[in-house]
Nanobody, 124 residues
């Protein structure tokens, strides 16, 4: 069992940066691949970024590639999402998730555990 709590969201202007954190509890965190997803009002949840259990492999949606960076610290049971050059279209609730295979994945169906989400709002 893994419990996930996101933090770091907020309201910022376009072009600014934010760093989201996802703190995990549970003994298996270091074996879980982790992902970030987001959901904007009226839209479906979409993949943002993922990282393998070791941190050696990372994956990004085209919309955030080059602007966002996912990382993890297994000693702190925490995964991060550094978001730079933010745009109004990045506005959404951001969720972190833990997968069952350890590899990280762009598919929401590969994730067993989800956090409650943190709101990110980008003003133009």
């Amino acid at each position: 069992q893994v419990q996930l709590v996101e933090s770091g969201g907020g309201l910022v202007q376009a072009g600014a940066s934010l760093r989201l954190s996802c703190a995990a509890s549970g003994r298996t965190f270091s074996r879980n691949g982790m992902g970030w997803f987001r959901q904007a009002p009226g839209k479906e949840r979409e993949f943002v970024a993922a990282i393998s259990w070791s941190g050696h492999s990372t994956y990004y949606a085209d919309a955030v590639k080059g602007r966002f960076t996912i990382s993890r610290d297994n000693a702190k049971n925490t995964v991060y999402l550094q978001m730079n050059s933010l745009k109004p279209e990045d506005t959404a609730v951001y969720y972190c998730a833990a997968d069952r295979w350890g590899a990280g994945s762009p598919r929401a169906s590969d994730y067993d555990y989800w956090g409650q989400g943190t709101q990110v709002t980008i003003s133009s």
